[in-house]
């Protein structure tokens, strides 16, 4: 990957790599807040919206703090720790300044403290040893792919509350159902890149 | 072992958590928004218990709804008047204390009562057994008693008895509605707690074909309404229903009910009783009392008949000179 294209970058993370159906990252709100397309995509902006900034932050923790001492290993518990303490102070911020946009993103942004994607994102940047432009291209198209997982699996879920589902499979059942064959769609597009 | 790794590991990781943690203090204390402390000490004085029986989501959404003047202060039916109380202190307003209203199972045609039509041994479960050509019972309208409700209750408040039915215990009944809601037979419905005269059928069909499907239905003839000193039963729809608001209690309909299905017990009716030394004899009580029970000439000291009086309590409001007392 270190010779990579930053256009192969955006469409491996966004449809190849999906970090939701092929990397199976973020799971928790991708079931969780996908019951309508609105939320969905109020989820998907929050998602955005910190992966880009917690990528661009933790290139910068591990290259200009984490290398210099030789504390690489300690990347994980680092990486938590920037990106609670970033989501945290986002939240504030936006509290404050933009109670509109914290108001569409309020009940989504601490969910996000502790997702597995943002975390995952960050780790994979560093293992791919991409350098600033690659890292906000591959967060902006892994954020992007997130996103567009959970509004089309909204939209279906939505269309599913009037379906008539027997009732053993009905909620999450159906939901997990819907995932496994949305991952398996998501399968076609291996070898495209 | 590398002590200076130790070392450096750990400062860095305490450098950085320290760093962040500045920051967010600072962030905390730059960019703090003032809540009202009123929605804090609403949401302190509710029950918390996030049943959603005021209408909001949860206890945090009604605080604000009430802190912002969006709900009313007596708007929790779970916490009741004492909550009511507190949050009307809180709010600076009075609080008009709502008659606390209980689920009732309006349906007391049990096993040995009501006839069934085939037997059901599907799930235990009335939705289910509702989709089952309306589940067995030979009234369409009447409890199944497969304990849906007693499920939902999350105050286990309602329970299912031995001859199939639904009973709900008015003391720890919060009316929060998750019950009624379930009920596919929509035979649970609120009465004033305490209410002891209630019509226990919920069939609308007609006389006959409830007579023969139940022996305790109301078949709709109209006797508790000609009956009844007040106005407060009528039958609408083949059925009897009670205006809580101008029932007084007083048990005729229950005594004169052919089918024994509006409920009351007799036994704890209770009597006018007139005390001698307060009566002036100005007769208000003789001419309200809607059975003749009371007698005495002007001037004179009345008196109450036991066998007559029906314990509606109107000669106690009407009486002057607080003279009557109901024991």
């Given at each position: 990957m270190e010779n990579a294209s930053l256009f192969v970058i955006l469409v491996s993370s966004i449809?190849?790599?999906?970090?939701?159906?092929?990397?199976?990252?973020?799971?928790c709100p991708f079931l969780g807040v996908s019951k309508q397309v609105d939320t969905a995509i109020g989820m998907g902006l929050a998602v955005t919206f910190v992966m880009t900034l917690s990528g661009i932050f933790t290139y910068f923790i591990q290259y200009f703090v984490l290398v210099p001492l030789h504390l690489e290993y300690l990347q994980t518990i680092a990486f938590i720790l920037v990106i609670a303490s970033l989501v945290q102070f986002v939240e504030i911020v936006l509290q404050k300044t933009s109670p509109t946009l914290y108001q569409a993103l309020g009940v989504f942004l601490p969910l996000i403290t502790t997702n597995c994607a943002v975390l995952g994102l960050a780790l994979l940047n560093i293992q791919y040893e991409f350098n600033l432009i690659q890292t906000v291209v591959h967060s902006v198209g892994g954020a992007l792919g997130f996103s567009l997982a959970i509004i089309l699996f909204a939209g279906i879920r939505e269309k599913q509350v009037i379906a008539d589902v027997p009732l053993p499979f009905q909620g999450f059942p159906i939901a997990l159902i819907t995932a496994s064959l949305m991952s398996i769609a998501f399968l076609g597009f291996t070898g495209l890149v | 072992m590398n002590v200076t790794n130790i070392i450096t590991s750990g400062a860095t990781l305490s450098v950085m958590g320290l760093a962040f943690g500045a920051a967010l203090a600072f962030a905390s204390q730059k960019f703090a928004v003032e809540v009202d402390p009123k929605t804090v000490l609403i949401r302190e004085a509710?029950?918390?218990?996030?049943?959603?029986g005021c209408g909001f989501p949860g206890c945090d959404q009604f605080a604000n709804a009430v802190a912002s003047g969006?709900?009313?202060?007596?708007?929790?039916p779970v916490g009741g008047a004492s909550c009511a109380s507190a949050l009307a202190e809180i709010m600076g307003v009075n609080a008009e204390v709502g008659v606390k209203k209980v689920a009732y199972v309006?349906?007391?045609?049990g096993d040995d009562k009501c006839r069934t039509t085939f037997k059901y041994e599907g799930i235990t479960d009335c939705r289910a057994a509702a989709m089952v050509a309306g589940?067995?019972?030979?009234?369409?309208?009447?409890?199944?008693?497969?304990g849906t409700c007693e499920r939902v209750c999350p105050f286990d408040a309602i329970h299912v008895t031995n001859d199939g039915l639904a009973i709900v215990d008015p003391e720890k009944c919060?009316?929060?509605?998750k019950c009624v809601e379930a009920c596919p037979k929509t035979v649970i419905t609120y009465v004033p707690y305490?209410?002891?005269?209630?019509?226990?059928c919920n069939n609308k069909e007609k006389g006959p074909q409830v007579k023969k499907n139940c022996d305790?239905?109301?078949?709709?003839?109209?006797i508790c309404e000609k009956n009844c000193p007040f106005d407060a039963i009528h039958v609408t729809n083949n059925l009897a229903s009670i205006d809580y608001e101008k029932?007084?209690?007083?048990m005729i309909c229950t005594e004169k009910c052919p089918t024994k299905c509006i409920s009351g017990d007799l036994s704890q009716r209770k009597k006018a009783l007139i005390e001698p030394e307060k009566c002036?004899?100005?007769?208000l009580c003789k001419r309200v009392c809607p059975t003749e029970a009371i007698t005495g000439e002007l001037k004179e000291v009345h008196v109450v008949d036991p066998e007559k009086?029906?314990?509606?309590?109107e000669c106690v409001k009407k009486c002057p000179k607080d003279a009557i007392k109901m024991v």
């Open positions: 449809l190849v790599n999906n970090f939701v159906l092929s990397r199976f990252l973020g799971i | 509710l029950p918390g218990a996030n049943c959603g969006n709900a009313p202060v007596n708007g929790c309006i349906c007391k045609g589940g067995g019972k030979s009234c369409a309208f009447g409890c199944l008693g497969y919060t009316a929060c509605g305490g209410q002891q005269v209630i019509v226990n305790v239905s109301c078949i709709a003839c109209g029932c007084t209690s007083c002036i004899g100005c007769t009086c029906i314990g509606c309590g």
